[in-house]
């Protein structure tokens, strides 16, 4: 796992942003150049207005856009960003991550809740199937 990576998933970097790009969605060798080749795809961390541009010109859409949608739907994006379950895919089923975008917010404690326990990373995913769905975790111990 790369520095960057490790960095943003210990809350030390909220002005960055988390980039997953499978190779089914996303056919384009330089990428691994600018981040960190993972089994499926790319992942990189590039600080927040690069990354939303990033994320527009690899997928098509709007970062925030795409997480408006994707939060109406819980699921389960895996803590290295790099993967996650479909909720629509029954007994895990043959769905496949194509894009995660994520970002963390610093610890808040006057809201309350999670984040309170420390920063708290949000991420978005898009399965192969369609479905766009998001998840959140606390980081404990961080500040």
């Not at 499978?22 to 993972?38: C, N, P, Q, Y």
């Not at 690899?58 to 925030?64: D, K, P, S």
């Not at 994520?102 to 920063?119: K, L, M, S």
């Amino acid at each position: 796992m790369s520095d960057a990576r490790e960095e943003f998933l210990a809350g030390e970097r909220p002005e960055d942003v988390v980039l997953f790009l499978s190779e089914a969605a996303v056919d384009d060798d330089r990428l691994a150049e600018f981040g960190e080749r993972v089994d499926g795809g790319t992942l990189l961390v590039v600080d927040g207005e690069r990354g939303r541009n990033a994320f527009r010109a690899a997928t098509g859409v709007g970062a925030m856009e795409f997480a408006g949608a994707a939060m109406q739907v819980e699921g389960v994006v895996d803590d290295d960003l790099a993967g996650g379950t479909c909720p629509d895919a029954p007994d895990g089923g043959d769905h496949e991550v194509r894009f995660v975008f994520a970002f963390a917010e610093e610890r808040n404690e006057e809201v309350g809740g999670i984040y309170a326990e420390g920063p708290v990373v949000h991420a978005y995913a898009q399965c192969a199937c369609g479905t766009r769905y998001s998840d959140r975790w606390a980081i404990p111990g961080a500040e």
